[in-house]
């Protein structure tokens, strides 16, 4: 038992790392241009069939990864150019709209490339196995991907708290108009911000690939799991939201030993516990 | 809510006073009626001509979306309430009166009466935990509820019957004393209690929305502050209208149910919700016309574009990006652009 709760609970930080990439990069996004990114799960999609198209042509893992953050970045430009900014003026009604219809441009896009069977994926020779700890045993590609995305989660956090590019960013997020006031270019940030929320998502969906594999429908369930983490980390805060995806993928995965079948309407259970007690959530502003 | 009743007749009578200051009010009352009474016989004629123009149960369907898209306007059109979690309400009532109908009570009365009261039981709980969250925060709040009902109704298999959805739906039958009983296991007839639903929702939206309860809820949709400074409940008022909404759409979920005789889990999935707020943008929100016809153009355009191409979802991101772009105040929009072209056009010949 005790075997079988340590296994899950180390998978269910590597999870959880993911989940806070992908929040992360969401929170971003609401932060800078304040809208709810409906299009972050095709974009998490979109990451995990480029990193496989990449890594099966012989490239190694790392470059399918860094394929997968460009792609979905230049992805992230293109929907700020064509979907948000042509309708910005009329409040953010319209951009949900948008870019819900261009998650259904992506996702069928996914689906013509890629066909409609889901696609599978080992991990790389060096990254398979697993390092045996006596009282458990930890895959080597769990263990991977959770320092992996720790070391993007702090590196996206020296780039907003320890340059120049974040001063920026965190201007634009506390006061957009003061900030272009003093002649930075607000607009060139939006995108820069877009171009890395969406960039992170893709990143969080190479990670997630040789885990859950690729289907064109991945997209919209880890949406869902992505909002209910933004929520319970609390809007307004940037790195709530990294605690609270670990937080999340812990509970997730633990509570498949109890019920698998309840495992993910479990988090939307917590989600509402917490919004009772704490209605900006755990570490946002009121 | 007695007192801010009472505060919405006042302001209802500020405007009218002030509207009989501009010195036409009785005309333009007068006037209205007729205007109202002609719409009114142009939406019958509407309800009849529909069926001979389309197959009927695509007719029927575009009523009840018709309906869907009503309720959810009166909070995104009317009370600013971006809602992203409508689905949840549908398919609750959808599915109440699904296991109700399947289980041998085949009451009509009955089986709206549990569509609406599930419907708007689900909504109250939902509101009350999301009412006070503004803007994105209650449209992400909403759409996490949405996905939470999804999940319950996909793993309780033996009531729901999972993913392949709740089968075995009865036609429910209209007892009336006196007269007998009416079946709708006709298409026809079933049309026809869809457009009486559909008329009744839309005389009674309509109405709601330019009562003081309406002209409340579109003032804290203005600005919220100065209308609870004004010492109206908003946030009670508010969730009286997202209760509404939710035992509407109920009715709607339950009349979808019984048209195809099955109940599907993807009526309930997010993406039901973020389509009918599309019917309402496309449509125009500043009527309840206007999602009507974003209902049936949604509708018959998904029709069109499925029997075209099986990545037709893709056709359809597109024109709703196209229409955002281009037409921001929806179809309704469009008309209100043409009769003002075909105005001017007429000015610049006279």
Same mark, same amino acid.
């Given at each position: 038992?005790?075997?079988?709760?340590?296994?899950?609970?180390?998978?269910?930080?590597?999870?959880?790392?993911?989940?806070?990439?992908?929040?992360?990069?969401?929170?971003i996004?609401?932060?800078?241009?304040?809208?709810?990114?409906?299009?972050?799960?095709?974009?998490?999609?979109?990451?995990?069939?480029?990193?496989?198209?990449?890594?099966?042509?012989?490239?190694?893992? +790392?470059?399918?990864?860094?394929?997968?953050?460009?792609?979905?970045?230049?992805?992230?430009?293109?929907?700020?150019?064509?979907?948000?900014?042509?309708?910005?003026?009329?409040?953010?009604?319209?951009?949900?709209?948008?870019?819900?219809?261009?998650?259904?441009?992506?996702?069928?896009?996914?689906?013509?490339?890629?066909?409609?069977?889901?696609?599978?994926?080992?991990?790389?020779?060096i990254?398979?196995?697993?390092?045996d700890?006596?009282?458990?045993?930890?895959?080597?590609?769990?263990?991977?991907?959770?320092?992996?995305?720790?070391?993007?989660?702090?590196?996206?956090?020296l780039?907003i708290?320890?340059?120049?590019?974040?001063?920026?960013?965190?201007?634009?997020?506390?006061?957009?108009?003061?900030?272009?006031?003093?002649?930075?270019?607000?607009?060139?940030?939006?995108?820069?911000?877009?171009?890395?929320?969406?960039?992170?998502?893709?990143?969080?969906?190479?990670?997630?690939?040789?885990?859950?594999?690729?289907?064109?429908t991945?997209?919209?369930?880890?949406?869902?799991?992505?909002?209910?983490?933004?929520?319970?980390?609390?809007?307004?805060?940037?790195?709530?939201? *990294?605690?609270?995806?670990?937080?999340?993928?812990?509970?997730?995965?633990?509570?498949?030993?109890?019920?698998p079948?309840?495992?993910?309407?479990?988090?939307?259970?917590?989600?509402?516990g917490?919004?009772?007690?704490? @209605?900006?959530?755990?570490?946002?502003?009121? | 809510?007695?007192?801010?009743?009472?505060?919405g007749?006042?302001?209802?009578?500020?405007?009218?006073?002030?509207?009989?200051?501009?010195?036409?009010?009785?005309?333009?009352?007068?006037?209205?009626?007729?205007?109202?009474?002609?719409?009114?016989?142009?939406?019958?004629? +509407?309800?009849?001509?529909?069926?001979?123009?389309?197959?009927?149960?695509?007719?029927?369907?575009?009523?009840?979306?018709?309906?869907?898209?009503?309720?959810?306007?009166?909070?995104?059109?009317?009370a600013?309430?971006?809602?992203?979690?409508?689905?949840?309400?549908?398919?609750?009532?959808?599915?109440?009166?699904?296991?109700?109908?399947?289980?041998g009570?085949?009451?009509?009365?009955?089986?709206?009466?549990?569509?609406?009261?599930?419907?708007?039981?689900?909504?109250?709980?939902?509101?009350?935990?999301?009412?006070?969250?503004?803007?994105?925060?209650?449209?992400?709040?909403?759409?996490?509820?949405?996905?939470?009902?999804?999940?319950?109704?996909?793993?309780?298999?033996?009531?729901?019957?999972?993913?392949?959805?709740?089968?075995?739906?009865?036609?429910?039958?209209?007892?009336?004393?006196?007269?007998?009983?009416?079946?709708?296991?006709?298409?026809?007839?079933?049309?026809?209690?869809?457009?009486?639903?559909?008329? +009744?929702?839309?005389?009674?939206l309509?109405?709601?929305?330019?009562? @003081?309860?309406?002209?409340?809820?579109?003032?804290?949709?203005?600005?919220?502050?100065?209308?609870?400074?004004?010492?109206?409940?908003?946030?009670?008022?508010?969730?009286?209208?997202?209760?509404?909404?939710?035992?509407?759409?109920g009715?709607?979920g339950?009349?979808?149910?019984?048209?195809?005789?099955?109940?599907?889990?993807?009526?309930?999935?997010?993406?039901?919700?973020?389509?009918?707020?599309?019917?309402?943008?496309?449509?125009?929100?500043?009527?309840?016309?206007?999602?009507?016809?974003?209902?049936?153009?949604?509708?018959?355009?998904?029709?069109?574009?499925?029997?075209?191409?099986?990545?037709?979802?893709?056709?359809?991101?597109?024109?709703?990006?196209?229409?955002?772009?281009?037409?921001?105040?929806?179809? *309704?929009?469009?008309?209100?652009?043409?009769?003002?072209?075909?105005?001017?056009?007429?000015?610049?010949?006279?």
């Open positions: 038992m005790l075997w079988l709760i340590s296994a899950q609970l180390v998978n269910g930080i590597a999870i959880g790392m993911i989940y806070a990439l992908m929040s992360l990069g969401l929170s996004i609401k932060g800078l241009l304040n809208i709810p990114n409906f299009a972050h799960g095709a974009l998490y999609a979109l990451g995990a069939y480029v990193c496989y198209s990449v890594s099966s042509v012989g490239m190694p893992f +790392a470059v399918g990864l860094l394929a997968a953050f460009l792609a979905t970045g230049l992805a992230g430009l293109a929907l700020d150019r064509l979907a948000i900014r042509p309708v910005g003026e009329n409040g953010y009604l319209p951009q949900l709209i948008t870019l819900f219809g261009a998650a259904l441009i992506i996702e069928q896009l996914l689906l013509i490339g890629w066909g409609t069977v889901g696609l599978s994926y080992s991990p790389p020779l990254l398979r196995g697993a390092f700890l006596g009282f458990t045993v930890l895959p080597k590609y769990i263990a991977f991907a959770s320092i992996f995305s720790a070391l993007v989660i702090s590196a996206v956090w780039l708290e320890r340059t120049k590019f974040g001063a920026y960013v965190r201007a634009g997020i506390e006061r957009p108009d003061t900030t272009q006031a003093l002649g930075i270019d607000v607009d060139l940030l939006l995108s820069g911000g877009m171009m890395l929320g969406a960039g992170l998502a893709g990143l969080a969906g190479g990670l997630a690939l040789p885990l859950v594999g690729a289907t064109s991945m997209g919209g369930d880890m949406l869902g799991i992505a909002f209910v983490v933004l929520v319970i980390g609390g809007l307004g805060s940037l790195y709530g939201s *990294v605690a609270a995806g670990v937080a999340v993928g812990v509970v997730q995965s633990l509570m498949t030993i109890a019920a079948a309840a495992s993910t309407a479990i988090i939307y259970a917590v989600m509402i917490i919004l009772l007690f704490r @209605p900006q959530g755990l570490f946002g502003e009121r | 809510m007695r007192t801010s009743g009472d505060n007749t006042v302001l209802v009578k500020n405007l009218e006073q002030s509207a009989e200051v501009h010195g036409k009010a009785v005309t333009a009352r007068s006037g209205l009626q007729v205007a109202s009474l002609v719409q009114g016989i142009g939406m019958v004629g +509407a309800l009849l001509i529909l069926p001979l123009a389309l197959p009927i149960n695509i007719a029927t369907e575009i009523l009840i979306f018709g309906i869907f898209a009503m309720a959810t306007n009166l909070l995104i059109g009317t600013g309430l971006y809602s992203f979690g409508q689905a949840a309400f549908f398919g609750a009532g959808g599915y109440a009166a699904g296991y109700v109908l399947a289980h009570w085949t009451s009509l009365p009955l089986a709206l009466m549990v569509a609406c009261g599930i419907g708007g039981l689900v909504a109250a709980a939902v509101g009350i935990l999301s009412i006070r969250r503004l803007g994105v925060y209650f449209m992400m709040l909403t759409f996490a509820f949405n996905q939470l009902v999804y999940y319950i109704i996909y793993s309780w298999r033996s009531v729901t019957g999972g993913e392949d959805g709740l089968v075995g739906i009865q036609r429910p039958i209209l007892e009336l004393p006196f007269v007998g009983s009416f079946g709708f296991d006709d298409n026809k007839r079933f049309y026809g209690l869809a457009a009486v639903l559909f008329l +009744a929702t839309m005389i009674a309509v109405r709601m929305v330019n009562s @003081p309860f309406g002209i409340v809820l579109a003032a804290s949709r203005q600005n919220s502050r100065r209308t609870i400074s004004l010492g109206y409940q908003v946030a009670t008022l508010q969730l009286v209208a997202f209760v509404i909404a939710g035992a509407i759409s009715v709607a339950a009349l979808f149910g019984m048209l195809y005789r099955i109940m599907p889990v993807d009526s309930v999935h997010w993406a039901a919700s973020a389509y009918v707020v599309f019917m309402v943008i496309i449509g125009g929100q500043k009527s309840m016309l206007g999602p009507v016809i974003g209902a049936a153009v949604f509708i018959w355009l998904q029709g069109l574009f499925s029997l075209v191409w099986i990545r037709w979802p893709l056709l359809l991101g597109l024109f709703v990006i196209l229409i955002m772009i281009y037409l921001p105040d929806g179809l *309704v929009g469009l008309f209100s652009k043409v009769s003002s072209w075909t105005a001017r056009w007429r000015g610049q010949r006279s």
